[in-house]
């Protein structure tokens, strides 16, 4: 009987060995710019879409544009599907990907966009404070 016992406390140790380990290598650090750029592994980077700078090829379906971070550091951005959306209105981007090259290559792309609702609570907010 002992002998099942320490075979199932192995099994389970095991078990929470191998999740932990899973579980670290999927995640995926926020870094700055100048981090992402010097990174090997799978990094989420943020910053504003650079005015002008959007472009949608749609015969190699892909999306390129550039981001800037809050010190003024900006990056080269490559998504391999068109952009879906109003991105030109997104206030923040998060890029989710690796650098290849000169170019950091996204997987994934998040869009904060502005709510519709955002100017008519700020309007109620100081209209209820006057």
């Given at each position: 009987m002992k002998k099942a016992y320490l075979f199932a406390i192995g099994f389970i140790a095991l078990g929470l060995f191998m999740a932990g380990r899973a579980m670290i290598q999927t995640i995926v650090p926020y870094v700055s710019?100048?981090?992402a750029r010097e990174s090997t592994r799978k990094v989420q980077v943020k910053g504003k879409l650079v005015a002008g700078s959007l472009q949608m090829?749609?015969?190699r379906g892909e999306t390129r544009f550039l981001i800037e971070d809050a010190k003024g550091d900006r990056l080269p951005i490559v998504h391999p599907k068109l952009a879906q959306g109003n991105v030109e209105q997104a206030t923040e981007i998060v890029a989710i990907g690796q650098m290849q090259g000169k170019v950091f290559v996204a997987e994934k792309i998040l869009y904060k966009c502005p709510s519709k609702y955002q100017g008519k609570q700020m309007q109620e907010?100081?209209?209820s404070s006057q």
């Open positions: 710019v100048a981090e090829d749609a015969m907010y100081q209209e």
